[in-house]
């Protein structure tokens, strides 16, 4: 059977049964990555075929249910380059009865399943991320918040609450050299995503150069508990996983060969799941990797976090689309917003920034669901429900949402005046469509019936040729906490 069919046959069942394709892969042969490696010409044993055909025969897409079976994973290789708390808990066992997986709508939110799905679609992300300059702005708004902060011995301080691909985190760790060169640098950043972690060690090496005071760590934590690298539930902390990595030598290519060694371990244990009640998705451990330069440790040692024995207080802390636009204010205040402006120290400064709309990217949208409004919370709602949610802890912090000429910012999608005039290209309506759609995070299931017309990419060159390029806004809004 050629691949395109048995992916077309896939596609189609994950849609008409509301499960994103990693879970597909996940209940039908214990494999999260099926469909990625068919489309990047993986093959399968005809064995294969066979279970993913009967799961699919055994589970016919009906009300949106469908049976998840967690079988049992193999040990974590974390001993092998990390230092385990403790073991993890066993999986359910493959011969339990399987149990249902049932998306609930959360705070507000739409389908957690269809926000999932979403969330789930890397061409979506990746396609996004090289053809606008939205983290290069976003990079540049962060970092006229460094004249702003007041760091304290013995290190900047710094949180990044989404670190994605890492383009804005590096980014901002370039303007933080410009602007203090000799001070060392503490910097932690957040990331559930394999992929994300892949792509943001990639591009560390030559900061490490560059900045040899350097202490970085990556972890996959939630909000409440990343900034403090510390979990409060003490089921998941009898599994964290703790690795320290002192980087050798003084290059660049030095300090690559030994990240790019890293793989097995964060193959092993950097895996998310999917919340069975949420649809969302979860660490199956909490992870944190911590790297610095070996030949600096004495003079990092007071910086480099400790196990059981980290503090927050930073000095900048980057949110920056940390959030579903479709969830609840609520949602955003107490589970994002709030945690992060707790980490936050004497003199340290929290921004904030997400979608705002009004602009060439809803018009494609409005087009085509004349109805839809994603962006239901602006930052003046945000802060009110975050000051609230803050009660007294909130007393020494400034809330600050800016004038709209201060807080608002543009980026664009990357075109020549040539591709938006006469005859637009294929390829260049298909990226400023994925680039709509993906700011304005339209799940898969409403795009299936809207792509099968055409009508789509009529919609989308008409705003182009109207506005002779697509651009997209987003809003900022800034938490400070007052010096001591």
């Known amino acids: 059977m050629r691949a395109e069919e048995l992916l077309h046959e896939i596609s189609d069942y994950c849609r008409q ?23 990047n ?12 055909r009967s799961y699919i025969a055994a589970h016919p897409p009906g009300d949106g249910r469908q049976a998840i079976v967690t079988r049992k994973r193999p040990a974590p290789a974390s001993a092998q380059n990390g230092h385990s708390a403790g073991a993890a808990s066993s999986p359910t066992e493959a011969s339990e009865p399987a149990r249902t997986f049932t998306p609930v709508q ?3 939110d739409t389908d957690a399943r269809t926000n999932f799905r979403f969330y789930d679609n890397r061409q979506k992300y990746l396609l996004f991320v090289n053809t606008c ?31 994605g691909d890492g383009s804005v985190m590096t980014r901002v760790m370039r303007s933080m050299h410009d602007r203090f060169p000799t001070v060392p640098f503490y910097i932690v950043g957040k990331e559930i995503s394999l992929e994300d972690v892949r792509l943001t060690l990639q591009k560390v090496a030559d900061r490490f150069f560059e900045h040899p005071g350097t202490v970085l760590v990556l972890t996959n934590m939630a909000y409440a508990d990343a900034p403090r690298l510390s979990v409060r539930s003490l089921t998941a902390a009898s599994s964290l996983v703790w690795n320290e990595v002192a980087l050798r030598g003084n290059t660049s290519h030095a300090f690559e060969s030994q990240i790019t060694a890293l793989e097995p371990f964060l193959a092993a244990n950097w895996k998310a799941t999917v919340n ?30 400790k196990l059981g024995a980290t503090t927050a207080n930073y000095d900048l802390v980057i949110a920056s689309q940390p959030y579903r636009a479709r969830a609840s204010t609520a949602f955003k205040a107490k589970r994002v917003i709030a945690p992060l402006a707790r980490a936050l ?29 994603p962006f239901i919370t602006d930052r003046h709602e945000l802060l009110k429900a975050v000051k609230q949610e803050l009660g007294s802890a909130g007393r020494d912090m400034n809330f600050n949402a800016g004038s709209d000429s201060r807080s608002l910012f543009r980026y664009d999608m990357h075109t020549l005046p040539s591709e938006v005039e006469g005859s637009i290209g294929t390829s260049t309506l298909f990226a400023a469509w994925n680039a709509a759609i993906y700011v304005a995070q339209v799940e898969d299931e409403r795009l299936a019936p809207v792509v099968e017309t055409g009508a789509y990419l009529d919609a989308t060159r008409e705003v182009l040729r109207a506005n002779n390029g697509l651009w997209f806004y987003d809003e900022s809004f800034v938490i400070s906490r007052r010096r001591d």
């Open 106 to 108: 959360r705070d507000g």
């Open 345 to 373: 120290g004497p003199g340290g400064r929290l921004i904030g920034i997400h979608s705002y709309g009004n602009d060439p990217g809803m018009e494609i949208i409005r087009k085509v669901w004349p109805d839809d409004s």
């Open 276 to 305: 069975q009640q949420t649809g969302g998705s979860v660490y199956e451990r909490p992870t944190v990797l911590v790297l610095y330069r070996e030949d600096h440790k004495f003079l990092l040692d007071p910086i480099i976090p």
């Open 133 to 163: 300059s939205e983290k290069w702005e976003i990079a540049n708004r962060v970092s006229h918040e460094l004249g702003n902060i007041h760091p304290r011995p013995p290190a900047v301080r710094v949180f990044d609450a989404g670190v």
């Open 41 to 52: 010409g993986g093959r399968i044993t005809t064995d294969t075929l066979d279970r993913i």
């Open 17 to 39: 049964a509301g499960v994103a394709e990693s879970t597909f892969g996940r209940a039908s042969i214990n494999d999260g990555k099926l469909v990625s490696r068919l489309r």
